[in-house]
């Protein structure tokens, strides 16, 4: 079975590579201005940045119009401010957005402070974030982010992540260490899985989900994992599914100290998967 499991990853990654030369036949991927961001419209997907999301995506459907985002934001509602409120760049009001073209590629860059509803927000220390978003005429979205944070303090619950919200999930993947593992997104509410039990494959890990319309959404390229506490699926029990990048994660009590950056990158890919590999994907559970 360790051997079928590895041949279902490299399928998968096989089928993430093809995907990404789509710029060979699609040319740059096209942008319209909206009145609270941008649109980015290629053959494969249709994806929405906007101000009123700390500049981050605010929706990512692919070529048929299937809705495969949720959420996607980074915050904290533990440790660093008030407990159980949430400071995050979706309350950034004013996040500084620069939009540019490279080599055929455009790359969004959004600044700003993770931040909550309340006023009086320029008194607390600040968590500052800068994310690259990285678009092409291919499957593929680059995602990098830095968060520099000037809050510090005693060893203590914390919590600070990046969240993706997996929209309309009819199952979930993840490369392992010990090898896939494939469940039902609808089967129960909770965490399915954390890489503090289940540790991410050491070479080529992968992850994502998959909708009733066989289209996938995968993470691979998955860097600055070092730094990471925990990387978690958290599943509603009705097909939505939230990909969780901690670097603090609750009951793992840490020190905060000021000046500390954390850091992530990966590759997002929307991906049509043929029935062959969906099969397999549900065999190898």
């Known amino acids: 079975m360790a051997a079928a499991h590895?041949?279902?990853?490299?399928?998968?990654?096989?089928?993430?590579?093809?995907?990404?030369?789509?710029?060979?036949?699609?040319?740059?991927?096209?942008?319209?201005?909206?009145?609270d961001g941008w649109q980015v419209v290629n053959a494969h997907y249709t994806a929405v940045v906007s101000r009123k999301t700390g500049g981050l995506l605010a929706?990512?459907?692919?070529?048929?119009?299937?809705?495969?985002?949720?959420r996607f934001d980074v915050y904290t509602d533990a440790g660093f401010y008030a407990e159980r409120e949430y400071y995050g760049t979706g309350k950034e009001?004013?996040?500084?957005?620069?939009?540019?073209?490279?080599?055929?590629?455009?790359?969004?860059?959004?600044?700003?402070?993770?931040?909550?509803?309340?006023?009086?927000?320029?008194?607390?220390?600040?968590?500052?974030?800068?994310?690259?978003l990285t678009f092409d005429a291919s499957t593929a979205i680059g995602v990098s982010m830095r968060l520099v944070s000037d809050v510090e303090g005693a060893p203590r619950r914390?919590?600070?992540?990046?969240?993706?919200?997996?929209?309309?999930?009819?199952?979930?993947?993840?490369?392992?260490?010990?090898?896939?593992?494939?469940?039902?997104a609808a089967r129960r509410a909770g965490r399915t899985w954390g890489s503090v039990h289940a540790p991410l494959a050491a070479t080529r890990p992968v992850l994502g989900a998959c909708t009733k319309t066989r289209?996938?959404?995968?993470?691979?390229?998955?860097?600055?994992?070092a730094g990471l506490a925990n990387v978690f699926f958290h599943e509603s029990g009705?097909?939505?599914?939230?990909?969780?990048?901690?670097?603090?994660?609750?009951?793992?009590?840490?020190?905060?100290?000021?000046?500390?950056?954390?850091?992530?990158?990966?590759t997002?890919?929307?991906?049509?998967?043929?029935e062959g590999v969906r099969n397999l994907l549900r065999a190898g559970r």
């Open 6 to 35: 590895r041949a279902i990853v490299r399928a998968l990654h096989w089928l993430c590579l093809f995907a990404s030369l789509a710029p060979a036949w699609g040319g740059e991927p096209r942008v319209d201005e909206r009145p």
């Open 59 to 70: 929706s990512l459907t692919d070529s048929a119009g299937q809705r495969l985002i949720a």
């Open 93 to 132: 009001p004013t996040p500084r957005v620069d939009i540019a073209r490279k080599e055929g590629k455009l790359v969004v860059t959004s600044e700003g402070r993770l931040a909550c509803s309340g006023e009086g927000q320029s008194e607390y220390p600040s968590i500052r974030y800068r994310v690259q």
């Open 158 to 184: 914390a919590f600070l992540a990046h969240a993706v919200g997996l929209a309309d999930a009819a199952e979930t993947f993840v490369a392992t260490a010990d090898g896939l593992l494939c469940r039902d």
């Open 215 to 225: 289209t996938c959404l995968a993470f691979t390229h998955l860097r600055s994992l």
């Open 238 to 266: 009705m097909g939505q599914a939230t990909v969780f990048f901690a670097w603090h994660d609750g009951p793992m009590r840490a020190a905060l100290h000021k000046g500390a950056a954390y850091d992530l990158a990966y």
């Open 268 to 274: 997002l890919h929307v991906v049509g998967v043929p």
